[in-house]
């Protein structure tokens, strides 16, 4: 069983930047950041896997980056220049496994945080 806690959230104009934070209670070789607006399915945004190569969505390529830090059992995803489009609840999602694939579905992963809501303003 692993626990997700996500932080880092909150409010800000858009070209502005934020970091979101996930701690994991355990350490878990793959992991990723979605998102979620009202009526519309999550999406993936970035991936990480256990030899931190990473993979991204097209929309945030290049203005979003995904780290982790193992010793701290800790994902980020650093997000600038942010746009109004960005707004929307983020969740991390974490699988404990050997092998993790480029840009799984949300349906793949084991274990996920409560969200934390961003929301960019123009």
């Known amino acids: 069983q692993v626990q997700l806690v996500e932080s880092g959230g909150g409010s800000v104009q858009a070209g502005g930047s934020l970091r979101l934070s996930c701690a994991a209670s355990r350490y878990s070789g793959c992991m990723a950041w979605f998102r979620q607006v009202p009526g519309k399915e999550r999406e993936g945004v970035a991936f990480i896997r256990r030899d931190g190569s990473t993979n991204y969505a097209d929309s945030v390529r290049g203005r979003f980056t995904i780290s982790k830090d193992n010793a701290k059992n800790s994902l980020y995803l650093q997000m600038n220049s942010l746009k109004p489009e960005d707004t929307a609840v983020y969740y991390c999602?974490?699988?404990?496994?050997?092998?993790?694939?480029?840009?799984?579905?949300?349906?793949?992963?084991?274990?996920w945080g409560q969200g934390t809501q961003v929301t960019v303003s123009s």
């Open positions: 999602a974490a699988r404990f496994d050997s092998v993790c694939p480029g840009m799984p579905s949300p349906s793949w992963y084991a274990y």
